[in-house]
Structures are given as structure tokens and as C-alpha cells.
Nanobody, 121 residues
Framework: QVQLVESGGGLVQAGGSLRLSCRASGLTFRWQTTGWFRQAPGKEREFVAAISWNGGSINYADSVKGRFTISRDNAKNTASLQMNILKPEDTAVYYC??????????????WGQGTQVTVSS
């Protein structure tokens, strides 16, 4: 059974930081691109960041460049998203995903259940 489990969400004031983690089990995580997406109420799920299986390729949405950092540890089957200088518009449910990769949710086969991030102004 494939599982991706996110953790680390919460409530933070604008300008603060949070670190999201994603733990994978039941799949060859080390060969998958890992992506982070987010979905705010009433909006479509949007791409945040992705990191290739070996960390050699990293991409960010323009809205988070310079503030968010994606990383992974294949030995631990985990991926992380460090979020700094958070803004109220970053408020959303954040999802971890694994698959061939890219900015489209269609390119990912496995998804976590999501973790809520709320940024107060």
C-alpha cells in the first residue's frame, strides 16, 4: 500500500516560517519526483515546488521563489518544504505528491492527505 503522509502544518503569523514534511512508504520513493501542491478554498490545486529523484532538478512557482525551499532525503524516504516569510495568500491545504513530475497535478500518481497551513495577517 502506497502512503504519503504530510506533517508540519499549522497557524503562523505573516512573516513567520513553517516546515512541512512528507514521509513515503510502500513505493520506491527514491526514483520518484516529489512535488508540493496547495489548494485554497474555492481555488484549483496549484503547483508549489518539485524536486527530482536525485535532487538535480528543482523548480518553484514564481509566487514562492526565494521564500520556500524543497529538499529530500532518500535514505529516510522523506521530503520537506521549508516555508519562510509566509504571507496570508499562502494559506491553503498543502499536499505532497510523487510521480514522474512536472507542474501539473496530472503528472503525479501518489498523493498525501494534505496538511493545513494558515497564515494570519
Amino acid at each position: 500500500q502506497v502512503q504519503l503522509v504530510e506533517s508540519g502544518g499549522g497557524l503562523v503569523q505573516a512573516g513567520g516560517s513553517l516546515r512541512l514534511s512528507c514521509r513515503a512508504s510502500g513505493l520506491t520513493f527514491r526514483w520518484q519526483t516529489t512535488g508540493w501542491f496547495r489548494q485554497a478554498p474555492g481555488k484549483e490545486r496549484e503547483f508549489v515546488a518539485a524536486i527530482s529523484w536525485n535532487g538535480g532538478s528543482i523548480n518553484y512557482a514564481d509566487s514562492v521563489k526565494g521564500r520556500f525551499t524543497i529538499s529530500r532525503d532518500n535514505a529516510k524516504n522523506t521530503a520537506s518544504l521549508q516555508m519562510n516569510i509566509l504571507k496570508p495568500e499562502d494559506t491553503a491545504v498543502y499536499y505532497c505528491a510523487a510521480g514522474p513530475g512536472g507542474p501539473s497535478p496530472d503528472k503525479y500518481n501518489y498523493w498525501g492527505q494534505g496538511t493545513q497551513v494558515t497564515v494570519s495577517s
